[in-house]
Nanobody, 125 residues
Framework: QLVESGGGLVAPGGSLRLSCQAS????????MGWFRQAPGKEREFVAV?????????YYADSVKGRFTMSRDNARNTVILQMNGLKAEDTAVYYC???????????????????WGPGTQVTVSS
């Protein structure tokens, strides 16, 4: 089970820190990722901590340099630190876990096994 927290309303240029708490066994065996979905748009890849690549983190070009993902295996938690937020970052953000990700599919929602309910992030003045 995955549960996100930390969403809210922030002004452009501001920061938010999203957390995802995972429960259940074998957390360490999963690659963990973040996606987002804006109204009327498809679910969009944000970042993934890919376990089989030595825990390398991949980012979408749209968030590279502004968002930072981290993982705490001892606490079964993943964090998405979002800085320099823009209006176009407004979306519901989802935490996700995948057991057998390959590099070519990290951006494909159907490649993941488990999803949280999402947390709303709104960037507006």
């Amino acid at each position: 089970q995955l549960v996100e927290s930390g969403g809210g309303l922030v002004a452009p240029g501001g920061s938010l820190r999203l957390s995802c708490q995972a429960s259940g066994p074998s957390f360490n065996s999963y690659s963990m990722g973040w996606f987002r979905q804006a109204p009327g748009k498809e679910r969009e890849f944000v970042a993934v901590n890919k376990r089989s690549d030595g825990s390398r983190i991949y980012y979408a070009d749209s968030v590279k340099g502004r968002f930072t993902m981290s993982r705490d295996n001892a606490r079964n938690t993943v964090i998405l630190q979002m800085n320099g937020l823009k209006a176009e970052d407004t979306a519901v953000y989802y935490c996700t876990a995948g057991r057998r990700l390959i590099t070519s599919t990290v951006g494909v929602p159907s490649a993941y096994d488990h999803w949280g309910p999402g947390t709303q992030v709104t960037v507006s003045s």
